[in-house]
């Protein structure tokens, strides 16, 4: 029998790009950013669907990661490649897509996404102030992203460097996950 996952509902968080302060946020050492080639697709979509598996906070959403995430990632590197890593040595540890011209209207496709065991280390603020950065570069005057409300990404990372809820609460339909077994 198959177990519904949860309401996938989410947060809207804007970002005025005017007033974010550039090189502000060292990078904590001995991590390093770079933006990934075009040729990473396989390793940004490793990384991001590990953030997301592994984080409770996304635990019941598989089918919303595969249906609306991924594929946004995907999209990040149809044209050019619009994603930082974070690097541990030569290991990719964190990931951030982003979209300077969304459709939807969501900028930052994924936000910071870190690899569990990397966590609480200020690298997914150092990643997300980089991914601002990288939009300002591109002529942005704001962004928009967004995550699951009541988090302490909503509570704690999104409101980083001027973070503001927009009040918008994104609620898809519950959906049933295929692949789950009752217990």
Known sequence: MPIPSKPVTLAQFRWNLSELVPGSVPMPGPYTVRPAGEQEMEDA????????NLDPEWSGCAKH?????????????SDEATCLFLLHGNRVIAASAYDPDPENGIHLTTGPCVLIEYRSRGIGGALL????????????????????????????????????PTGAVVAAAAVVNQDAVAA
């Open 45 to 52: 979509l490793r990384v991001i669907q590990a953030g997301y």
């Open 65 to 77: 990661i595969d249906e609306v995430v991924l594929p946004g990632v995907r999209k990040a590197f």
């Open 129 to 164: 102030h980089a991914t601002l950065e990288a939009l300002r570069a591109r002529g942005l005057q704001e962004a928009v992203g967004q995550t699951r409300p009541g988090t302490p990404s909503a509570k704690f990372l999104c409101t980083k460097f001027g973070g503001k």
